[in-house]
């Protein structure tokens, strides 16, 4: 449910009207955004939660950090550098000549 806040009046003439969204159980709201009404009109600037957005940003590269941590376990990118791999990569450089 919305609850609108108390009209307030700036010095300028403008009047700025806060909404809310009511919390669960009578619990604190969250903010929704402003109204704004001057002489060109009404306009409504919607409320911007940063928390929420940092949290998603820190969540994302977390996820590609540990999938490119998978990735690197799984299968390098620089070349198999094993005994094994460095015998026949020589054994292949002989038969080519």
């Known amino acids: 449910m919305l ?3 108390e009209p ?8 700025l009207v806060t909404v809310t969204r ?12 402003l109204y704004t009404i001057n002489a060109d009109g009404v ?5 911007v939660d940063q928390g929420r957005i940092s949290l ?3 969540c994302t590269g977390l996820v590609a950090a540990a999938f490119s941590t998978l990735a690197m376990v799984r299968r390098p990118p620089w070349p198999n550098l094993t005994e094994r791999a460095m015998i ?10």
């Open 3 to 5: 609850v609108f806040g």
């Open 8 to 15: 307030y009046e700036t010095a300028s003439g403008t009047v």
């Open 22 to 33: 009511q919390g669960r159980r009578g619990g604190p709201g969250r903010a929704v955004g």
């Open 43 to 47: 306009t409504w600037t919607p409320a």
């Open 56 to 58: 998603v940003a820190v």
């Open 88 to 97: 026949a990569q020589a054994e292949s450089a002989k038969r080519r000549r």
